[in-house]
């Protein structure tokens, strides 16, 4: 083997490291920054006007973050199919959850989306402002998350919520908790399935913050049948619970 070939896969096996953690220290840095800026902005722009600057902006940032770890060999993903709702009709987007980059590969495809958002996101500094502004909506009530999500789909927005209510705990997919078909119900919109699947395990549950994946991250994402939830909402839920395994199941990789 020639010797600039060592030297180039060895340099390889240092550079890939620096990307992907130079890229994580951007994203946390401009997250830090909207995320303060849009605390304060929270505070004096109109609801509307806050909430289209708030989804604008996490768009924009997400996309912005994928599209520099696609561009350096950190992330291979097809979003094609993501890409196809972005004009469509206010859905309520259930995917599976594998990861904490879940939520970030779906809103950075999908613009005007608002989503459920848990305490210590709403509370986090990094993440809080951002999602207050943009009307996403604090998890630890559920009478409060269902009615105000109702009203952000009505509004013609698409509402991302997972349907396992946290990151996946079994595979090829966790228990579902029925919130996301209630408000798909009560907001008369459907339900749109999102299989996210991925051989990786950063950042599932149980993964060290700062540990080293192996690179690159390699994502699948398809979307299922959209489904409207009429009647029993307990039987509609354990009726997606079992397409989302079967799905799964069938395109394991």
């Known amino acids: 083997m020639p010797r600039h070939a060592g030297l180039s896969a060895r340099w390889r096996g240092v550079r890939d490291p620096i990307v992907f953690y130079g890229l994580l220290a951007l994203f946390g840095a401009s997250s830090l920054l909207w995320s303060l800026t849009a605390a304060a902005l929270y505070r004096v722009l109109p609801r509307r006007t806050g909430e289209r600057l708030g989804q604008w902006m996490i768009w924009a940032g997400f996309r912005g973050f994928v599209g520099a770890m696609r561009l350096g ?84 927005r698409h509402f991302l919520i997972f349907p396992e209510g946290t990151r996946s705990s079994a595979r090829p997919v966790g228990d579902f908790k ?39 991250l390699v994502y699948r994402i398809r979307l299922g049948q959209r489904v409207s939830i009429d009647g029993d909402v307990h039987e509609a839920v354990d009726r997606l619970h079992l397409y989302y395994r079967r799905a799964l199941d069938a395109g394991d990789p």
């Open 73 to 156: 060999g950190a992330l291979e993903c097809d979003f094609a199919a993501l890409d196809a709702l972005a004009e469509a009709p206010a859905l309520v987007i259930a995917p599976n959850h594998p990861s904490l980059l879940d939520a970030v590969l779906v809103l950075s495809r999908v613009p005007h989306a608002v989503g459920a958002a848990k305490a210590e996101i709403w509370d986090n500094a990094f993440l809080g402002g951002g999602a207050r502004l943009a009307g996403f909506i604090r998890n630890d009530s559920p009478a409060k998350l269902v009615k105000q999500a109702v009203r952000q789909v009505r509004a013609g």
């Open 178 to 216: 029925g919130g996301f078909a209630l408000i798909a119900r009560r907001a008369g919109a459907p339900v749109q399935p999102v299989f996210i699947e991925t051989a990786s395990r950063f950042l599932a549950k149980g993964w060290p913050l700062f540990k080293r994946p192996k690179l690159p």
